[in-house]
């Protein structure tokens, strides 16, 4: 398996632009996480999926972002318009459910965003 | 309080040294947890889970203690190649079971 693939790795935009990013989960995996992060607050969940709906989308900063999921093998996240405090490493993840509850997370590489 | 705290360090330690870090998490209905790996700017990964008897993973032991709220990684015979940040996650508890993510460990082990 390829594991969880994002695009693009770099990103570097000016301010006001709009921001996508995507990944690929991994086939057969129900979850898939978006994360941020950041020096100053670590890895921030921004919202998850379960079977491509979304679950709790609580952790999404403000209108600015949004997220989909429209099949099981590819997610989205776009930030528009952009700013420079939303510059971070963006980790897409996905995982199967296991016994008890276990959710054992894979990431993909990242996308790190620079926002000017 | 936050739901998952760490140390974050950085511990600084001499190849071959013994290290440990805690972790402690604030939801009691919590029901799985695990230690993650996560070298500079790459991804997190998964280094082992932590099961309530304790579980040893060939250098590395973890251990759950459910009555005080914490787990633990304890290094033996520390490798350059374990620099790292040692992240600590807790799956929910309640009916959930989404991961959430200590702010991580930092360890340096240098010659």
């Known amino acids: 398996d390829a594991g969880v693939i994002q695009s693009p790795r770099h990103e570097v935009t000016e301010m006001g632009q709009e921001v996508t990013l995507r990944c690929k989960p991994i086939?057969?995996?129900?979850?898939l996480f978006w994360y941020r992060q950041t020096m100053m607050r670590g890895l921030e969940l921004l919202i998850y999926?379960?079977?491509?709906?979304?679950?709790?989308d609580s952790g999404m900063p403000e209108d600015r972002f949004s997220a989909k999921m429209p099949n099981a093998s590819f997610s989205t996240l776009k930030i528009q318009p952009s700013e420079p405090r939303d510059s971070a490493v963006y980790f897409c993840?996905?995982?199967?459910?296991?016994?008890?509850?276990?959710?054992?997370?894979?990431f993909g590489a990242g996308s790190r965003l620079t926002v000017l | 309080r936050k739901e998952v705290e760490q140390d974050p360090g950085p511990f600084n330690v001499p190849e071959g040294a013994t290290v440990a870090f805690n972790c402690t998490y604030s939801n009691s209905a919590s029901q799985s947890f695990f230690w993650y790996r996560q070298d500079c700017r790459k991804e997190p990964k998964l280094l082992m889970s932590?099961?309530?008897s304790g579980n040893e993973d060939g250098r590395f032991t973890a251990q759950l203690n459910r009555a005080s709220q914490y787990i633990s990684l304890l290094i033996r015979d520390s490798k350059l190649s374990d620099s790292a940040t040692y992240l600590c996650?807790?799956?929910?508890?309640?009916?959930?079971?989404?991961?959430?993510f200590g702010r991580g460990t930092s360890l340096i082990v240098h010659p």
């Open positions: 993840a996905s995982s199967l459910m296991g016994a008890q509850g276990a959710n054992v997370l894979t």
């Open positions: 086939s057969g995996h129900d979850y």
């Open positions: 999926f379960n079977n491509n709906v979304p679950i709790d």
């Open positions: 996650v807790v799956n929910g508890g309640g009916g959930s079971y989404i991961p959430t």
């Open positions: 932590v099961y309530s």
